[in-house]
């Protein structure tokens, strides 16, 4: 995803919180989506953000402020199981509306 | 209700030989993606179908690469001949139409080119 940039790997605490951003750059921006991948796994949903703000779910939370092209993902109270890739994707529809990938923030916790 | 199924799970085959992946998306979603994942990497697309037609095939490799989705359900991508740059995991992935539809994706195809 060259116009998607994110962390290429962070470490964390269990128990603790870490956020992974992720700034963008489209023709027209049209939603942005975080997964989880964990290794040898397919990518799985966590989080969608179409309007600037915060949407909470459970222990993970995503932002976005459209203006500034960025968004994060938010991991509370994170537990080893958490250690995986986390994906930022947008969908940009100045490009046939694709769904383009960052390259992954591979998250580890540690005990 | 069963999610998107690909076959093979693993494939390894000698370079200059044809291979093709086949995906079942799920049921009712008229969107499918062909996305190719490097080691390390995010998903890259390949190609997105709305149904049975190709809206975006500008990032596959023509010379080599084929997809086909006749009937507006599963789909399947052919390369041929194999190159060994070509060794990834393709991954399929369906979507119901709109914008705020996320991707489901399967366990995808991990391809081996020797």
């Known amino acids: 995803g060259q116009n998607i940039d994110q962390p290429t790997e962070m470490t964390a605490t269990e128990g603790a919180i870490v956020q992974i951003n992720c700034t963008y750059q489209?023709?027209?921006?049209?939603?942005l989506f975080w997964y989880q991948q964990h290794a040898g796994e397919a990518p799985t949903f966590l989080s969608y953000?179409?309007?600037?703000g915060l949407e909470e779910k459970g222990r993970f939370s995503s932002f976005l402020s459209r203006s500034k092209g960025y968004s994060y993902l938010l991991l509370k109270e994170l537990q080893m199981k958490d250690s995986a890739s986390y994906l930022c994707?947008?969908?940009?529809?100045?490009?046939?509306?694709?769904?383009?990938f960052g390259t992954g923030t591979r998250l580890q916790v540690f005990p | 209700e069963a999610g998107v199924v690909q076959s093979p799970r693993y494939k390894i085959i000698e370079k200059k030989q044809p291979v093709a992946f086949w995906c079942n998306p799920i049921?009712?979603?008229?969107?499918l993606y062909w996305y190719l994942q490097n080691l390390g990497q995010g998903p890259e697309l390949l190609i997105r179908?709305?149904?049975?037609?190709?809206?975006?095939d500008s990032q596959l490799p023509k010379d080599r690469f084929s997809a086909e989705r006749l009937k507006g359900v599963d789909s399947t991508l052919k390369i041929q001949p194999a190159e060994l740059g070509d060794s990834a995991v393709y991954l399929c992935a369906s979507s119901l139409s709109g914008r705020n539809t996320e991707a489901f994706f399967g366990q995808g195809t991990r391809l081996t080119v020797v």
């Open positions: 489209t023709s027209g921006f049209n939603g």
């Open positions: 049921s009712g979603h008229n969107t």
């Open positions: 994707a947008v969908r940009d529809l100045g490009n046939t509306d694709k769904l383009i």
């Open positions: 953000n179409v309007l600037d």
């Open positions: 179908y709305e149904n049975e037609e190709a809206v975006d």
